[in-house]
């Protein structure tokens, strides 16, 4: 057996923020990933920030700062730049309009490894790549140990004092018995005015697999007819209103159907926004979530931009990744890669072209941004998983714009964090179309990390105390760091203390004691008065 302080399942970026800030209190960890990459959604499922439009001042964790910094300072450092991106004060290597800081996947990952490489070097952070959760060792309330497996069938057995779930699907909640909750949950249950009347369970949001191309003008890439593409070419969904590989989709904030451009390497030559309070930045494809740009350095270094594809087209909701058995898990992985690759050769092949002819033949898959051999994300993307039954739940009237307005978020007495995004969900396993609606910038209460029984297991990703609804804004990259960095920093305050973590949040000192020790680590508490959208 293998043991540390602190055991944190899953390397996405909850569970790196766990483990740095349980590192950083002087704890020794254990961190798991399923993938050769840590970062999850930032970098092995390949899909760049999606953030708030005040993230360059205020709104998220210093950790997360430090990550976004690290990430320019290694364009800066490393990369030949043109005078117009080495004088920009925001740098935005990607000049995409999905975030003011677009990058390649890899940087990414390598500056969460830099992050973490002291606390290697110290022999006091373990990392275990490519290994996932198959088993659990539980007395009573309490999570014993972890049994975990790699690649190559080995199996090892990790023990810890505090154990904390920050795998991609809330993997540790079944494997631990722990209360939890899958799909939409119902409006009597939750009061929710976009909730069922009955809870659906197996109803939940659509997952991507992402892939990242350029384009070469006057070159042939195209791939193999995909196998699948017969089907997914003539896919037309009801609530689409149309053909699901095309140019055309639904708007989701008002359903209104309406084309997207595609333009390769556009010639515009105009500032990118960023700014998702404006604008939702789709329109334009090409741009949309982009991460090479040309013009960020000197003409003649890079031939093509590269983009990554993580288009309404390619989210695959013909069924979940929970609650169904490995073979029909294994299924569904294998069609999101048909579709998302049926979408490539159709861009290849048949899509319009401003000119009048049909098919970018040039479109490159770009494997090599990504670590990978085709071009596809080393992980699909992953929008939702089980959900912890907590001491208190986050619900949609918590946030909604149109619910408080002027007033704002409720602003919890437990408040650890901040976060904010519009109310976005997906498609999703039902056939249900998109909700996708305004929200106030909101607040991270402590009891959504506290399961209502389990003593010593933490949730530090998407799968806190949310509904299925508000987890479409508790999902996004800096809500998911302040999470997995509370959870980490709990679990070492209550080993230096004493206490369990429900006895923190229950004693208003305790509480402010734990509070006051995130605010000197650079957690924001609590928003400024500011509007959502």
Not at 20 to 40: N, P, Q
Not at 103 to 124: F, S
Not at 478 to 499: F, K, R
């Amino acid at each position: 057996m293998t043991s540390a302080d602190v055991l944190v399942v899953g390397g996405g970026l909850g569970g790196v923020a766990a483990a740095l800030a349980a590192l950083r209190r002087g704890r020794t960890v254990l961190l798991t990933e399923e993938t050769d990459w840590l970062g999850g959604q930032l970098t092995a499922q390949a899909v760049p920030p999606d953030e708030h439009p005040w993230i360059e001042r205020f709104g998220c964790t210093a950790s997360y700062r430090e990550l976004r910094d690290g990430i320019r300072e290694y364009y800066r450092r490393w990369y030949p730049l043109s005078d117009r991106a080495r004088g920009a004060r925001y740098l935005n290597p990607g000049e995409g309009t999905v975030s003011p800081l677009c990058h390649e996947p890899r940087v990414a990952a390598a500056v969460i490894e830099a992050m973490l490489a002291p606390w290697t070097a110290a022999g006091r952070l373990r990392v275990l790549l490519r290994t996932r959760p198959i088993a659990a060792d539980v007395d009573g309330d309490r999570v014993r140990a972890v049994v975990v497996e790699d690649v190559e069938g080995n199996r090892t057995e990790l023990a810890a004092p505090y154990v904390l779930d920050a795998t991609e699907l809330g993997d540790l909640l079944p494997l631990t018995g722990t209360e939890h909750v899958t799909g939409f949950e119902s409006r009597a249950e939750t009061g929710e005015p976009h909730a069922p009347a009955r809870a659906q369970p197996d109803n939940m949001q659509a997952f991507s697999w992402c892939f990242a191309i350029e384009h070469r003008a006057g070159e042939d890439h195209t791939v193999d007819k995909p196998a699948e593409y017969d089907f997914w070419r003539g896919f037309s969904p009801d609530f689409w209103g149309g053909e699901l590989v095309s140019l055309t989709a639904p708007d989701p904030r008002t359903l209104r159907r309406y084309p997207r451009s595609f333009v390769p390497n556009p010639a515009d030559e105009s500032d990118v926004v960023a700014d998702q309070s404006v604008s939702a930045g789709d329109s334009e494809l090409w741009v949309f979530r982009r991460i090479v740009a040309r013009r960020t350095f000197p003409a003649g270094t890079v031939g093509s931009d590269v983009t990554l594809v993580n288009w309404p087209m390619i989210d695959y909701f013909l069924g979940p990744l929970i609650g169904v058995g490995e073979a029909e898990q294994a299924k569904h992985l294998a069609s999101s890669r048909q579709l998302s690759l049926s979408m490539l050769y159709w861009l290849q092949t048949e899509a319009p072209r401003p000119d009048g002819g049909t098919g970018w033949p040039g479109l490159r898959p770009r494997g090599d941004v990504l670590g990978t051999a085709d071009g596809f994300a080393k992980a699909p993307y992953i929008r939702e998983s089980r959900r912890v039954r907590a001491e208190y739940t986050v619900v949609e009237q918590d946030l909604s714009l149109d619910v408080r307005g002027e007033h704002g978020s409720v602003v919890y007495p437990d408040s650890v964090g901040v976060g904010a995004y519009r109310i976005d969900l997906h498609p999703s396993t039902g056939f249900d179309t998109y909700i996708d609606v305004g929200a106030t910038p909101y607040h991270l209460p402590l009891g959504a990390l506290l399961p209502v029984r389990m003593e010593n297991l933490l949730p530090a990703g998407k799968n806190i105390g949310t509904t299925h609804i508000t987890n479409g804004c508790y999902r996004m990259h800096p809500t998911e760091w302040n999470i997995g960095e509370v959870a980490g920093a709990l679990a070492a305050h209550c080993l230096d203390t004493g206490l369990a973590p429900r006895q923190v949040r229950a004693d208003p000192r305790r509480f402010d004691d734990f509070r006051a020790s995130l605010v000197r680590g650079g957690v924001e508490p609590e928003w400024p008065r500011i509007g959502g959208y």
